[in-house]
């Protein structure tokens, strides 16, 4: 923890500014003891909401023509909480750039948790969707050669169904909206705020949004073989081996006969040396399901492999989008055997 401050600091002496502490909890108090004592610096003001200290200060309280003549120093852990903060100073009028985190790299976790990019989006005036694209597009790992990838593999005519585990953000939900022009299109999201969002925003013509109530493994208000395309990104390595099974199975069940199944997984070529000597890249922390598992669970089901590719992402990214690495994540598309 002393060396995530020690490197905090050093980040926000470079930039030549004052630094404030906020908020000014256990790991506020951290900050201040390491900046006076090791590095021999005086904070030019601590500011916490919460705390009656005399030599404190409200956000409110902090004259605005002068927010940007310091280096924002946040020790905060709880998201909604840093959520907070961050709001706070935007209204400020505080530069972004002007904010460091005492979590550095973890940082990412928190940018991403749903109610800061749900903020972050609606403060910028654009979609979920969009303003997720415009932070990995800005890191080079389009979206778009994903999709073009799995659309030159299938053939889907329009009108049909779509069934997507997860979409999160709504990033390929609304790609996929736009490829196949779909005539119904279900959707399984965990994350309750990102759920109503989800339903609330993104309509496409023609094409019937459905919100589905998910539980972590299962498909269960989809009917048998109704779903011409069943997708998943970005799921199976953030679940248990036992989810990840049910939901195969779950897939292989939903998909009509002549349909398709495209997800993405982290195999055993995601354990690259760099990878696994960088103890910031999430990979340490994802499952990682061998490919031999993977195919011969659809293959003993008569599953056709149609095709198989693979593709850089971010694996994590930290303040100031820097990257903390990547991962090779392995894409599979199956088509179900039309024959009964």
């Known amino acids: 923890m002393k060396e995530k401050i020690r490197e905090a600091i050093g980040r926000c002496l470079k930039k030549n500014k004052k630094i404030a502490i906020y908020p000014f909890g256990v790991y506020g108090k951290m900050v201040k003891e390491i900046l006076n004592q090791e590095f021999g610096l005086q904070e030019c003001c601590i500011v916490d909401n919460y705390c009656a200290d005399r030599e404190m200060q409200c956000i409110t309280e902090i004259d605005t023509n002068q927010v ?9 852990v709880n998201d909604a909480v840093f959520t907070e ?7 400020l009028g505080v530069d972004r750039r002007n904010i460091e985190d005492v979590f550095g790299d973890e940082h990412y976790y928190h940018l991403y948790a749903p109610a800061f990019m749900l903020y972050d989006a609606a403060r910028q005036g654009i979609t979920l969707a969009q303003y997720y694209e415009n932070h990995y597009n800005a890191l080079g790992v389009k979206s778009d050669t994903v999709m073009d990838k799995v659309a030159d593999a299938i053939n889907l005519p329009g009108g049909g169904n779509i069934c997507e585990i997860g979409p999160g953000s709504g990033r390929l939900l609304v790609k996929l909206m ?4 779909p005539k119904k299109y279900e959707f399984y999201e965990i994350e309750k705020k990102l759920a109503e969002y989800i339903e609330g925003t993104y309509q496409y013509p023609g ?14 208000e989809t009917e048998d073989e109704s779903q011409d395309l069943v997708f998943a990104s970005n799921i199976f390595s953030l679940i248990s081996y036992a989810n990840t099974y049910q939901y195969f199975l779950e897939m292989m069940r939903v998909c009509k006969r002549g349909g398709y199944i495209v997800f993405d997984a982290h195999t055993e070529d995601a354990l690259a040396e760099s990878a696994l000597n960088n103890r910031q890249n999430p990979v340490n922390t994802w499952r990682i399901t061998p490919q031999t598992i993977i195919e011969n669970i659809f293959a003993q089901r008569k599953m056709k492999l149609i095709s198989k590719f693979k593709n850089l992402m971010v694996a994590g990214i930290g303040t100031d989008n820097r990257k903390v690495g990547n991962i090779v994540e392995t894409w599979y598309i199956y088509k179900k055997d039309d024959i009964g």
């Open 68 to 76: 940007n003549d310091y280096c924002w120093l946040i020790a905060c």
């Open 85 to 91: 903060i961050v709001k706070s100073l935007d209204e």
């Open 207 to 220: 094409c019937q949004l459905i919100r589905r109530e998910a539980d972590g493994e299962s498909l269960k």
């Open 178 to 181: 736009e490829k196949f022009k």
